[in-house]
């Protein structure tokens, strides 16, 4: 399977608990991103990555979320602390750096459901 | 900041019935636009890219258009088939990182 996968695919979590997800793009592709999505809702960016360096922050990722792209290939996204409101769908994306077309592909998500 | 309204919120359809699903955004400085399906519970797909430059792309019963200078696109399928039974997603970029802005999409149901 060469898409775009992430880890786990679901995590049940009891408040103020950390979490930390996986995210592993197409290989060629140098452009990662992190969406946030609630029921009923379109997906929200979060952040963005060109290989290693994170390039834009949504006001969305409190100073309680933090990711990496440590060698430009893998992605973590990691919760402290978490809250009711950290409940949702994340998804990851990932597209080459190509003239013109930026087309993503996204993962099957991992859905975080905190009591 | 981009925001982006897709009309109907839901659709209910028999098989076979050509549609339209309508997407408007506020932001026409867009590189490209995407529209995606998602089935309940499970990531997105993308189903076509139309560059700014373009005014149309085609995959299979699929066809997007996408007027920039005024804020739309559509997404027309034809011939409807109940697995075409999803949510519609359409997503244009925006600035340096290319990322997409949502709307909250079009539920569509075709039913037997």
């Known amino acids: 399977d060469t898409g775009v996968s992430q880890d786990p695919r679901h995590k049940i979590t009891k408040r103020g608990q950390n979490v930390t997800f996986r995210c592993d793009p197409i290989?060629?592709?140098?452009?990662l991103y992190w969406y946030r999505q609630t029921l009923g809702q379109g997906p929200e960016f979060l952040t963005y990555f060109q290989n290693e360096a994170q390039l834009e922050k949504s006001r969305l990722l409190s100073d309680r979320f933090s990711a990496e792209r440590p060698k430009g290939s893998f992605s973590t996204l990691e919760i402290q602390r978490t809250e009711q409101g950290d409940s949702a769908m994340y998804l990851c994306a990932s597209s080459p750096t190509s003239g013109g077309a930026n087309e993503q592909f996204f993962g099957p998500g991992t859905r975080l459901t905190v009591l | 900041k981009q925001e982006v309204t897709q009309i109907p919120a839901a659709l209910s359809v028999p098989e076979g019935e050509n549609l339209v699903l309508n997407c408007s955004f506020t932001d026409s400085a867009i590189y490209n636009l995407q529209w995606f399906r998602q089935d309940p519970g499970k990531g997105l797909t993308s189903l076509l890219l139309?560059?700014?430059?373009?005014r149309e792309q085609t995959s299979g019963r699929l066809n997007a258009s996408l007027d920039k200078s005024s804020g739309r696109s559509t997404l027309y399928i034809a011939a409807s088939q109940p697995g075409d039974s999803a949510t519609y997603l359409c997503?244009?970029?925006?600035?340096?990182?290319?990322?997409?802005?949502f709307g909250t999409g079009t539920r569509l149901q075709v039913t037997l």
């Open positions: 290989s060629e592709h140098n452009r």
């Open positions: 139309i560059q700014s430059s373009q």
């Open positions: 997503a244009p970029d925006t600035g340096t990182a290319s990322k997409l802005t």
